[in-house]
């Protein structure tokens, strides 16, 4: 102790400061302990929450379907989708109950979301027909305007006066793409395409609605392809208004012109109502 003269207090000598390290194995210990006590902790509220999850005062009250829904039956939403929702709102599978609607006729794509409280909301987007699928013997189902084909009751689409496809198997969406190239390429001549079959050697052929039947070969070589096609369009036209007749047929598989045959006009030595007109070189789109 020392004494401080001028105030006679006394104080404390200062004390060397000792170092006193935690041994390695206690802070070890230290550590595991407390990260122990965390994880129990953490495992409590996961096992608490989990099952308050599972209450049934969780249960989905209501499901709200919007979109488009010109095509989907309240039947196929209660008999094909809704017994397929399992669980309540917080452990439904959202993916699951997507899929579930996805595979209603006429649903295209479906999203479903949780919505508070205790609902779900539906979006539907429906399929988009752009024609009737044949296998080269019966409508087999419907292509939307992606290409894809889906399955549908076509009575529903009698009134829609829908074109018809019909290809090899998986050629659906080649098919589609050709369509819309043709519906581009017909429109100053105001062409509808009716029927548009593809080969099993790569040959197309087309119906135009009122107008004749187009053999345009293979599109193997896009170029060439592309080529007869224009070099046709902007011919036929003036065949037409020379003749004074419509066209009845075409065969565009020429490599340098193309045949017609006009309506009305008799073949000699036959009984057709039609005629060939124009020819040059050989068929290249066998």
């Not at 095509?71 to 959202?94: D, M």
């Not at 689409?157 to 496809?165: E, G, R, T, W």
């Amino acid at each position: 102790m020392e004494h401080d003269g001028a105030f006679g207090a006394w104080r404390d000598a200062p004390r060397a400061k000792i170092a006193d390290e935690v041994p390695l194995d206690i802070r070890l210990m230290n550590f595991t302990s407390r990260a122990l006590v965390w994880l129990f902790a953490i495992g409590a509220l996961v096992v608490a929450g989990n099952w308050l999850m599972q209450r049934p005062w969780w249960a989905i009250r209501s499901v709200q379907v919007q979109g488009q829904l010109q095509h989907v039956s309240a039947t196929a939403l209660r008999g094909e989708a809704l017994p397929r929702l399992q669980g309540n709102w917080f452990t439904v599978n959202l993916h699951a109950a997507q899929q579930a609607f996805d595979q209603i006729p006429w649903v295209n794509k479906a999203v479903v979301q949780r919505v508070w409280p205790l609902s779900l909301q539906v979006t539907l987007e429906a399929q988009q027909p752009l024609a009737i699928w044949s296998d080269g013997s019966a409508p087999v189902g419907l292509v939307n305007t992606s290409g894809q084909l889906f399955e549908a009751n076509l009575g529903e689409v009698q009134d829609m006066a829908l074109p018809h496809f019909s290809g090899p198997a998986a050629s659906e969406a080649r098919v589609t793409q050709m369509y819309l190239q043709l519906t581009q390429a017909f429109a100053p001549l105001r062409w509808k395409v009716m029927s548009l079959d593809l080969g099993a050697e790569g040959n197309w052929q087309a119906q135009i609605q009122g107008g004749p039947r187009l053999d345009l070969g293979s599109d193997h070589d896009a170029q060439a392809f592309n080529q007869r096609l224009q070099r046709f369009l902007a011919l036929a036209p003036g065949v037409q208004k020379r003749y004074g007749r419509s066209l009845a047929s075409a065969d565009l598989r020429y490599s340098n012109g193309f045949a017609v045959r006009l309506v009305g006009v008799d073949l000699p030595g036959t009984k057709t109502n039609s005629t060939t007109t124009q020819r040059q070189g050989k068929p290249s789109g066998a």
